[in-house]
């Protein structure tokens, strides 16, 4: 089992920014990824971000040139720093990791962060 624990969340002013955290234990292989969803009211749950162990991202194109994904593999912690955050960033971010092997490993999911963009 892993557990994922998020933290950085809050209100912020349109343009501001922001910085999420998401702490992994438990078991956990050496070879993982983890990435960040957002899901807004209404909408559909969206890849921001996410990042293998190996250091390859991957980013949603509404986000791609203003957050940046990063991690510390000593620590199991990925981040997202969130720049110039707009109105249409207001969601429920989640954290996502999942162990990569031979055969298929569960996903595993924090319980969400909100952040809110507004003036």
């Known amino acids: 089992q892993v557990q994922l624990v998020e933290s950085g969340g809050g209100l912020v002013q349109p343009g501001g920014s922001l910085r999420l955290s998401c702490a992994a234990s438990g078991s956990i292989f050496s070879r993982n990824t983890m990435g960040w969803y957002r899901q807004a009211p209404g909408k559909q749950r969206e890849l921001v971000a996410s990042i293998t162990s190996g250091g390859s991202t991957n980013y949603g194109d509404s986000v791609k040139d203003r957050f940046t994904i990063s991690r510390d593999n000593a620590k199991n912690t990925v981040y997202l720093q969130m720049n110039s955050l707009k109105p249409e960033d207001t969601a429920v971010y989640y954290c996502?990791?999942?162990?990569?092997?031979?055969?298929?490993?569960?996903?595993?999911w924090g319980q969400g962060t909100q952040v809110t963009v507004s003036s």
């Open positions: 996502k990791f999942r162990n990569i092997d031979s055969v298929r490993t569960p996903d595993y």
